[in-house]
Nanobody
């Protein structure tokens, strides 16, 4: 399974970005998939995801600002990020597995930098 993220970049606080993750295999509710991020000096954290079965999870820090979605026909996972804050600055990773807490496959990451 190969996961390739794109869409990162530099944006001012309050701006928006949409991340994409294209999977080499099919994606469906039979998999858990999510977006994770890691800032310098911090542990990697789960930002948003689809649990096995399709329900969604959002970290408290991004609720109301980020939206996760997917297009099964395109094998693509998205993360729409609005009202970005400097503290959202991190490398964002897409991952897939059976459970969100312990993904099996990881992408290479895409950098998101939010300037104040």
């Amino acid at each position: 399974v190969r996961l390739v993220e794109s869409g990162g970049g530099l944006v001012q606080a309050g701006g928006s970005l949409r991340l994409s993750c294209v999977a080499s295999g099919t994606i469906s509710t039979a998999n858990a998939m999510g977006w994770y991020r890691q800032a310098p000096g911090k542990e990697r954290e789960l930002v948003a995801g689809f649990r096995l079965g399709g329900s969604t999870y959002y970290a408290d820090s991004v609720k109301g600002r980020f939206t996760i979605s997917r297009d099964n026909g395109k094998n693509t996972l998205y993360l729409q990020m609005n009202s970005l804050k400097p503290e959202d600055t991190a490398t964002y990773y897409c991952a897939k597995g059976v459970v969100l807490t312990v993904p099996t496959y990881w992408g290479q990451g895409t950098q998101v930098t939010v300037s104040s």
